[in-house]
């Protein structure tokens, strides 16, 4: 919001304060989300409902505003920025933990696509839940992921996709993971906004996550199922 210096945010109701947060987000004033993340944090929310009914909601009515035309790349990517801002504090706490290691987890956004705040935030929630996690970032070919999932010696491969257009890369590389003879000593788990369980199971991924928090439930369940 423009007029942040006569908002005293320490006097907002919580409710104002997240609104705020998804004003800010959409007008991609980094400094404001830094501020207003901290004040939520400072005043007893978790760091995952700072981020879901902060950030998340904030980059919700970005995506809306975007595919309606009424925002275009620059003002996405600003957004981007203040969306990064905040995950940068939120980070190490989502990331905090005492469980014993859960397992070992490669995530990637698919070659094509550069979108990469959904699978940051996987990456980070899995961490949080005990994993250790090698995100390798965006635009990754069959070759990247073979790699570093040989590298890490991974159970599980997590891939991402935000456009209707790279979403089909994702058999490419299963079924490249299947002629390498390495697919089925791997979870394969897939999401972004355009995937669905019916493609997930069309292209043979293991499960279709909706969003971070399932990404976390599932990589749990699999990695019980493996182990058991
Ligand atoms: Co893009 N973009 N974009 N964009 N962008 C979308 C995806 C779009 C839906 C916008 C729209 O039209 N409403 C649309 C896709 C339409 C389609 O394919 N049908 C679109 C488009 C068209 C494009 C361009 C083609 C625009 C252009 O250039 N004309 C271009 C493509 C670039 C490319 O990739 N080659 C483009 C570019 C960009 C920016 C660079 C400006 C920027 C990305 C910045 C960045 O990521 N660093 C951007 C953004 C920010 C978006 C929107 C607005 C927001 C995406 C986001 O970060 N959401 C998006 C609209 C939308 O999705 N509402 C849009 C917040 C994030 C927390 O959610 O990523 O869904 P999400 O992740 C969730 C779940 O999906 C899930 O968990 C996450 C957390 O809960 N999840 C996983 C995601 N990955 C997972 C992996 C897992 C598990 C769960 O592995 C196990």
Known sequence: MSD?????LSELPTEELLELMQDDLYDGYADEITEEVNEALGRG????DVLTDGLVAGMDIVGADFRDGILFVPEVLMAAKAMKAGMTILRPLLAETDAPKSGTAVIGTVKGDIH??????VSM????????????????SVEDFIAAVEKHQADILGMSALLTTTMPYMKVVID???????????????????LSDAFAEEIRADAYCRDAAVAVETAKKFMAMRNA
């Open 4 to 8: 942040n210096e006569e908002i005293i």
């Open 45 to 48: 929310l978790t760091p995952y």
């Open 116 to 121: 990469d705040i959904g699978q940051n935030l």
């Open 125 to 140: 929630m899995w961490e949080g839940a005990g994993f250790d996690v090698y995100n390798i970032g965006i635009n990754n």
């Open 176 to 194: 490249s993971l299947m002629e390498a003879g390495i697919r089925d000593k791997l979870v394969v788990l897939v999401g972004g906004a355009p």
